[in-house]
């Protein structure tokens, strides 16, 4: 099994719906990364949570990290064409510091 | 003007060669990575310098080889390639070792023939 598990795999949206996006470990997270991936290119950062119970927003996507740092959720509000992608979730479990282990994805679609 | 660039994006080869792919950052960055993504987008670390000194080798096999020759490049040079080897390979880096905010590449997708 995988250090962290997202769910679901896939997920295919009219435009205009919310979803969202879960990210779980069987461990402590020490910091929690969220990445987004376009078909052919590279991750980019979204955010970054360190704080149980901390949430932050970027336009239109809110991520969350539970109290107890073991779960953590991505929220899309009014989803557009623009958020499809693969999101990821990242984070340093503890097994090694530095090393930031991903989740295996999520592919998101967004029908127009 | 690109943050992490590496180069080739697309290698096609056959089994046995060898090959290399480079990377460089003008970020400043003092971290860079290399990470191994297979066929169902799962994103492995492989390996981790900081400031030109190897942090992380996560069991690799030893016909990887990366290269640090100064802390804005990080090569990756793997020999006798094997089907198993074809993958996206993302080149990152960091501002600090220890910093999960990493800058990623576009990636290299090797093809072993």
């Known amino acids: 099994s995988q250090e962290l598990e997202q769910s679901p795999q896939s997920l295919i949206v009219q435009e205009g719906k919310n979803l969202t996006i879960n990210c779980t470990s069987s461990k402590t997270l020490y910091g929690l990364y969220w990445y987004k991936q376009k078909y052919g290119e590279g991750l980019i950062f979204l955010m970054m949570?360190?704080?149980?119970?901390e949430e932050k927003s970027h336009e239109k996507i809110t991520a969350k990290l539970d109290e107890k740092k073991q779960q953590s959720s991505l929220h899309i509000t009014a989803s557009q064409p623009s958020h499809a992608g693969i999101y990821l979730c990242?984070?340093?479990?503890?097994?090694?510091?530095?090393?930031?282990?991903f989740g295996q994805g999520t592919i998101l679609t967004v029908h127009p | 003007d690109t943050a992490v660039s590496q180069t080739p994006k697309y290698l096609v080869t056959q089994m046995g060669n060898d090959k290399s792919i480079k990377c460089e950052q003008n970020l400043g960055h003092d971290t860079m990575y290399w990470y191994k993504q297979d066929s169902k987008k799962f994103l492995k670390i492989m390996f981790s310098y900081n400031n030109k000194e190897l942090i992380i080798n996560e069991t690799v096999p030893n016909r990887f080889s990366p290269k640090s020759p100064d802390k804005a490049h990080l090569n990756l040079h793997i020999n006798s390639l094997e089907l198993g080897d074809s993958a996206v390979y993302f080149c990152?880096?960091?501002?600090?070792w220890g910093s999960g905010e990493l800058f990623f590449g576009e990636g290299s997708r090797l093809t072993v023939l």
């Open positions: 990152a880096s960091s501002q600090d």
């Open positions: 990242g984070a340093d479990i503890g097994t090694s510091y530095g090393k930031l282990t």
């Open positions: 949570l360190q704080k149980g119970g």
